[in-house]
Structure formats: C-alpha cells, structure tokens
C-alpha cells in the first residue's frame, strides 16, 4: 500500500492506493477523504432487513457513494452477474452485482442513502 497527498480543485485528500493481484490497476476505486474538513458522522444507520428476513449470500458495496438506484426487487430472481444495486461515487455509476444465483431476500438500503465500502446492500437466498 502508498499513501499519497492529492490536491484537486483546492481540496486536499489523503489517498491509499491498493497494488492489484499481479501488479495490475486497483479493481475498486480507492477511498479519499477531505483533509481539510473533519469527518461528519454517517448519514444513516445500517437498515434492517426490508422484508424481514435476511439471506445467506451477502451483496456488499464495492466502494463508498450513494446509493442511485435499486435494479431488483425482494423476491426477484437473479442470475450471477445481474446488477441488483447501482452506486454513485466520483460522478460514475457502479453497479453492484449478484455474486451467485439465487433470490432477493431483502434490499437494506434506499436510493439516496450513503454506503460505505463493504455496507451490505442486499442478501439473496
């Protein structure tokens, strides 16, 4: 891991950038944060289960943003692959897909809610 000092625009962030297995590019974008503003504290608190009963197969963030859209429903099925949450972070829109097959047993979160790299967005059974 590097840590790195960048200043974009006025705003300086402190940057660790991640090597890649084999030396490739990092597969998520890195976290920054404002140096010069203090940390405020999360926007809100991890939801409960939407339909009240959680699955198996977790569906994480894959980097910090908000939450843009909800691509899938609770009780819909899902092939690996399928987008089930889009997230915006640095003005791009990244889809958070299903890591296997299965259903949608509960959407944990909103659009517009704040997520943190590794928040769990959605279970499926």
């Given at each position: 891991m590097k840590n790195y000092t960048i200043t974009v625009n006025g705003n300086v962030y402190d940057v660790v950038v991640e090597e890649g297995a084999g030396g490739a590019a990092p597969a998520a974008a890195p976290k920054a944060a404002p140096k010069a503003a203090p940390k405020a504290a999360?926007?809100?608190?991890p939801k409960a289960a939407a339909s009240g009963a959680a699955g198996s197969v977790k569906i994480e963030a894959g980097a910090a943003?908000?939450?843009f859209s909800i691509d899938a429903k609770v009780g819909q099925a899902v092939k690996t692959g399928d987008t089930?949450?889009?997230?915006?972070?640095?003005?791009?829109e990244i889809?958070?897909?299903?890591?296997?097959d299965g259903t949608v047993a509960s959407i944990d979160v909103s659009v517009g809610d704040a997520v943190e790299a590794g928040a769990v967005l959605a279970t499926l059974n």
């Open positions: 999360p926007a809100a608190a943003g908000k939450v089930v949450v889009t997230i915006e972070a640095m003005k791009m889809p958070v897909v299903a890591p296997s």
